[in-house]
């Protein structure tokens, strides 16, 4: 299988040829700027010493500090960190936010470590990669397995050191350590804004959408509670342990109940079963990966029944998908622009923090939604403009502003 580095590389390559750029634009960009390795020295309950390793990569600074998630995961690995911190560098310049890309990640399986232990790697994960993090250097955020409460540790760690409160340096922080309103929700809701423009572009009503939901966790939760609330019928969900589907449509706040009760939608009684594979094959009007990586591959896409996928995930399908799916004319909103939301509203924190001023919830959602309906329809204009599909559009409007940058800093 090709390197998930190189795999992401492509639609680069695609737009750059599109716009006939300088080949030293997609030359700078075929790399991080940096990447840094750390071993992490970790006291377990039991007394023993455990040994995690992390990464922190920042991709390109050319529009501003690096800007991207901290995933804890056991498949984490530096080229998939690597290849998170590009897909942040082009969903900033999408989004046309002050921000290059940058990814964090550790190799943990955190269901195995107590609340104590899972404290004090998050403190240590920081302390070790504190030299290249800042407010105006590098803002790591949540990601899969890591939370507004993490964040908070990683914040008081870092405040720790400097000897003062620096709630800028980090963000999907709790609200009363300088979390802004509508972080937890906000990639969900980018996820649900770009949906309903697709289907204003396709002449599809909300009421009359069923929705498919891989993964139920941050992502694919408040994606499926936000589409539901604006009239779709969820008919399938999903987290790592299986998958749920009821025809007649899912309530995902009594699913949510569920998940807090056992810990997974497996065993939801309104529900039949069915696996992950299968919740991706279903005849649905929208399939919203929520869950990781290389989901849809050459191995599937000719059997997906979607008439539009929207990206909640990072890369979860593959470049052969991709022209698999295009010649089936299925829609693909792209991650770098159907899961901006998140990076969006943690701009808006990082701005707060800054002028230590905190807006109201309704200020928050509404310039998200502003931003978000209009990269969606620079997107759309880009990609009909020059007969491609949404994902070279998507890296051609970061392009634009991303080799503008490169060329006036004087970096080409
Ligand atoms: N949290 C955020 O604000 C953002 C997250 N993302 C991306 O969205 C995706 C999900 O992230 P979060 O929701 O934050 O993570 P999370 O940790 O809150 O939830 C992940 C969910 O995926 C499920 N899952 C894991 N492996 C699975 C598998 N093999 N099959 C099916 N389900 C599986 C988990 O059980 C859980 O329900 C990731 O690709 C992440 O990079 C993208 C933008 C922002
Ligand atoms: O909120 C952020 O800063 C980054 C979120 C993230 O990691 C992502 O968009 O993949």
Not at 206 to 228: C, D, I, P, R
Not at 295 to 316: F, H, L
Request: charged share 25%.
């Amino acid at each position: 299988m090709q390197n998930i580095f190189e795999m992401a590389k492509k639609p680069l390559e695609q737009a750059s040829q599109i716009l006939r750029l300088d080949q030293n634009v997609s030359s700078l960009l075929a790399h991080p700027e940096r990447t840094l390795e750390v071993h992490i020295p970790v006291r377990m309950d039991d007394g023993r010493l455990e040994i995690f390793t992390g990464y922190r990569s920042q991709h390109n600074t050319a529009l501003g500090p690096a800007k991207g998630g901290i995933r804890f995961h056991p498949g984490v690995t530096m080229d998939e960190v690597k290849t998170l911190a590009f897909w942040m560098t082009f969903k900033c310049a999408v989004l046309n936010l002050p921000y290059g890309g940058g990814k964090g990640g550790v190799i943990v399986d955190t269901r195995k470590l107590s609340r104590s232990e899972l404290e004090r790697l998050a403190r240590s994960y920081m302390q070790k990669i504190m030299p290249v993090i800042g407010e105006h250097q590098d803002i790591p955020a949540p990601d899969v397995n890591t939370d507004s409460r993490m964040m908070a540790w990683m914040m008081d760690e870092y405040s720790k050191y400097q000897g003062y409160n620096v709630p800028g340096v980090i963000t999907g922080k709790p609200k009363t350590v300088g979390g802004s309103a509508g972080r937890g929700s906000a990639t969900g809701r980018g996820v649900m804004f770009c949906i309903r423009e697709a289907f204003k572009k396709m002449a599809i009503p909300m009421k009359e959408a069923t929705v498919a939901v891989q993964g139920f966790g941050n992502v694919g939760g408040f994606s499926a509670k936000l589409l539901f609330d604006a009239g779709a019928k969820i008919v399938a969900v999903s987290d790592m342990y299986g998958a749920i589907y009821n025809q007649q449509g899912l309530d995902p706040y009594d699913i949510e109940r569920h998940v807090k009760e056992t810990g997974s939608v497996a065993g939801y009684r309104r529900a039949e079963t069915m696996t992950n594979g299968q919740l991706l094959e279903l005849p649905v009007t929208v399939l919203v990966p929520a869950a990781l990586e290389g989901q849809i591959t050459s191995g599937n896409a000719d059997r997906i029944q979607a008439r539009i996928i929207a990206e909640g995930a990072n890369g979860p399908v593959t470049p052969d998908a991709d022209s698999v799916l295009a010649g089936r004319e299925i829609m693909v909103i792209p991650d770098i622009l159907a899961n901006a939301g998140g990076v969006t509203v943690s701009y808006f924190e990082w701005v707060q923090n800054l002028y230590r001023y905190y807006w109201t919830e309704k200020e928050v959602h509404a310039r998200q939604e502003d931003m978000m309906v209009d990269a969606f329809a620079k997107v759309y204009e880009a990609a009909e403009r020059y007969r491609t599909s949404l994902r070279v559009g998507a890296y051609i409007v970061a392009l634009e502003r991303l080799s503008e940058a490169m060329r006036l800093r004087g970096w080409l």
